[in-house]
């Protein structure tokens, strides 16, 4: 009966929101390549200015070098690892621009927890050194806290404690392909954003007011890259060299910013979405020159992952553990509410417990975003009610383990039979482990003559008249053990299928 049980443990993830983590990994890819154009020329403007004046250029060229060959380095292992989470669940032929099996559960876990390889151990090391490493090259305390907070492996709740989970369990475990695959291009973006910015800091430190009174160019900043729909999506827009005694106006869309450079609105509908403008600048002569600015930014689906750990059904009377979150939100800004029971939070888990059987069991998830309270999802299970157990005499084997004798031909030694106390009840079938409590059993012996002698127990306990019975039973001889009523945690009493014991 356990089969049917055994082929629903797959957890079918809505297509939405597979296909909502797909929009946002080719909008990260998109922005990727432009930042990886913007730090490009970055580093070509430098180069032209080592090559103009090698004496004050070619020192930040080489630390830029530098900067440029570990960055590639670190994307590329990031890039390795896309790879080797879509083939583990696609193939050797697997692409991650084309993933066949988003919502494998378990090709993340078996790549980046693996504890042969440690490759999310390894990933968060290396994180954490480029992080040291690029930070001190940052001389703005503000930009310098930001790439630390954007490249920041720490993995804290809301009261800054540290986590018992590590940053890789948090990130990889029981993820859809198309989720790990999607964190990794937004780090591939952090990891580009931070190198921008050492580049930005490099060439301001050029002490060479030529480069930066003959060549003005429009940066846009984005506090973030990717928006959940209803959240806020903000950019500051600033030229690379501004006199602080007159400001640059800057025009969105033909409109003027009244903030001075930043840009807020509300999102509305998901998807990835371009803009364009340009920053007017009055020189002291009078004159005003333009210089135009483009940009993009993409906004997903609100979406929660809820799954039964054990199983896709809840059974009534029990704790049925559950594992919710949202990507992009620590869990500590997660709550979940469920009809036709309760649910409650343990640590970074959920207990789930439904009363009625038969009737379903909504979950819905809300998540704090921007210190707004969003509904992310809602999930529905049925509700059963626990399956009947198997009765069972526990004993001890000739090495001293624990073990029960449930039957099925095999001989019970009669000296093992007469030192057993009496019956138990359970289900031990690898995905439940639930206790029984026994309340009555008959036993039943063939005499010689082939009458049924029948003598019952209140209780688990084998009765006194059943002890006689069993001394007297010869070798080969069968009895059974019939009309076994148990109680389980739902508080419902059953007969349960008998036991043929042959005596030894």
Do not use: C
């Not at 806290?145 to 404690?161: C, M, Q, W």
């Not at 989970?165 to 780090?187: D, I, R, Y």
């Not at 409109?255 to 002291?284: A, I, M, R, W």
């Not at 909504?362 to 999802?377: E, H, I, K, Y």
């Amino acid at each position: 009966m356990y089969i049917v049980l055994t082929a629903m443990l797959a957890l079918n993830v809505s297509s939405d929101v597979l296909d909502g983590f797909t929009q946002v990994d080719e909008g990260l890819n998109r922005s990727n390549h432009n930042v990886a154009g913007r730090n490009d020329a970055l580093l070509q403007r430098l180069s032209a200015f080592a090559e103009q004046n090698p004496e004050k250029g070619q020192p930040w060229l080489d630390k830029a070098s530098e900067v440029r060959s570990l960055t590639a380095s670190l994307l590329h292992r990031v890039d390795s690892l896309k790879l080797a989470i879509v083939r583990k669940a696609d193939g050797a032929d697997g692409d991650p621009a084309n993933i066949l099996h988003r919502d494998d559960l378990e090709a993340s876990a078996a790549v980046m927890l693996n504890p042969a390889s440690l490759e999310g151990r390894n990933l968060r090391l290396n994180l954490d050194s480029y992080r040291e490493y690029i930070s001190a090259l940052i001389p703005d305390s503000l930009k310098q806290r930001t790439v630390i907070e954007a490249l920041s492996t720490e993995n804290l709740d809301a009261n800054g404690n540290p986590r018992i989970q590590t940053w890789e369990e948090t990130n990889f475990e029981s993820k859809p392909v198309v989720a790990a695959v999607t964190l990794l291009s937004k780090l591939e973006s952090d990891i580009r954003y931070a190198e921008g910015e050492v580049l930005t800091a490099m060439l301001n430190a050029v002490d060479a007011g030529d480069v930066r009174v003959n060549e003005l160019n429009a940066f846009v900043i984005p506090r973030s890259r990717s928006v959940m729909r209803g959240g806020k999506y903000s950019a500051n827009i600033v030229l690379a060299a501004v006199d602080t005694t007159q400001r640059p106006q800057v025009f969105v869309g033909g409109k003027l910013l009244p903030s001075g450079g930043l840009y807020e609105f509300q999102t509305g509908s998901t998807g990835s979405f371009d803009y364009s403008g340009y920053l007017e600048v009055t020189h002291g002569d009078g004159s005003v020159t333009k210089h135009p600015f483009e940009s993009s930014y993409t906004v997903f689906e609100p979406a929660a992952t809820v799954s039964a750990t054990m199983m896709n059904v809840l059974y009534a009377g029990i704790d049925n553990p559950l594992s919710i979150s949202v990507p992009g939100v620590h869990n500590d800004q997660v709550s979940a509410t469920m009809t036709n029971g309760t649910l409650t939070r343990q640590g970074d888990k959920w207990i789930a417990r439904p009363s009625a059987v038969g009737k379903e069991a909504v979950v819905t998830v809300t998540a704090n975003v921007d210190g707004t309270s969003q509904t992310m999802g809602t999930t529905t299970f049925r509700t059963r009610k626990l399956p009947d157990p198997s009765p069972f005499i526990s004993y001890k084997d000739a090495q001293g383990n624990p073990d029960r004798y449930r039957g099925g031909g095999k001989p019970l030694p009669k000296a093992t039979l007469l030192e057993s106390p009496g019956i138990e009840a359970a289900i031990d079938d690898e995905l439940l482990n639930i206790k029984f409590n026994v309340i009555s059993f008959q036993t039943v012996v063939f005499d010689q003559s082939g009458n049924n002698l029948i003598e019952s127990s209140n209780g688990a306990n084998f009765s006194d008249a059943q002890k006689r019975q069993f001394r007297e039973l010869k070798r080969g001889k069968r009895f059974i053990i019939t009309n076994v009523k148990a109680t389980g945690p739902d508080g419902v009493t059953r007969t349960i299928a008998p036991l043929d014991v042959l005596v030894n």
